[in-house]
């Protein structure tokens, strides 16, 4: 799979991570015998491999019984929003969707035992935050019982591919008009112009 990405919205690997980062919930794609797979999956990066993402699967989730030994993508999508022609100053502009994304292509590696432990506990402190976690309110047999309901994964990430489409190809006044009326919109829309390049 590819991503059409003109050079005006290219973006590296670290802006990827940033997009993920601010958007754990991503679409994980695996083909199967038939249809490809697709899950909606927090990914989080292995605190031991910059290059790999952790996440897991409900067990009973058939996409967990072809996520290995072949590639995935996961897809996460950032800030997005529409644009309108009525906010550039240049005339004959037509209507448009600015947006980031990330695409994380790779093969997925089974996390159990102590692993996927960790991975859990990673998950917790993350969304949870240290003062609103303590591992012990989980007995051992609810946290053995948890873990056999899920299959956990480490995502070895092979490539990146990634775009920013933030109105980088008009001019800088224009740029400046999609920001301002943004600026004015509604939370989304306010996400958006935070992440548009000044012009």
Not at 17 to 46: F, K
Not at 63 to 74: E, M, P, R
Request: include cysteine; charged fraction near 15%.
């Amino acid at each position: 799979m590819s991503l059409y990405c003109p050079a005006a919205f290219a973006a590296d690997a670290d802006y990827a991570r940033q997009v993920m980062a601010d958007n754990p919930l991503a679409t994980l794609i695996t083909q199967g015998a038939g249809e490809p797979w697709l899950s909606h999956v927090v990914l989080l990066p292995d605190p031991c491999d910059p290059d790999c993402l952790l996440g897991h699967l409900a067990r009973a989730n058939g996409h967990a019984a072809v996520l290995f030994g072949q590639d995935s993508v996961a897809v996460f999508t950032g800030a997005h929003g529409y644009v309108s022609p009525r906010w550039y100053e240049s005339d004959g502009m037509v209507p448009t969707w600015n947006y980031r994304v990330a695409h994380a292509h790779g093969r997925a590696e089974a996390v159990e035992g102590e692993a996927l432990s960790a991975l859990l506990q990673q998950l917790a402190l993350q969304f949870e935050g240290a003062a609103g976690w303590n591992s012990s309110a989980l007995s051992a047999q609810a946290m053995a019982a948890m873990q056999r309901g899920i299959v956990g994964f480490r995502l070895r990430v092979q490539r990146w591919d990634v775009k920013a489409k933030l109105s980088q190809n008009r001019l800088p006044q224009d740029r400046q008009g999609v920001i301002a009326a943004l600026e004015q919109g509604d939370a989304a829309a306010r996400q958006l112009a935070a992440v548009m390049p000044p012009p």
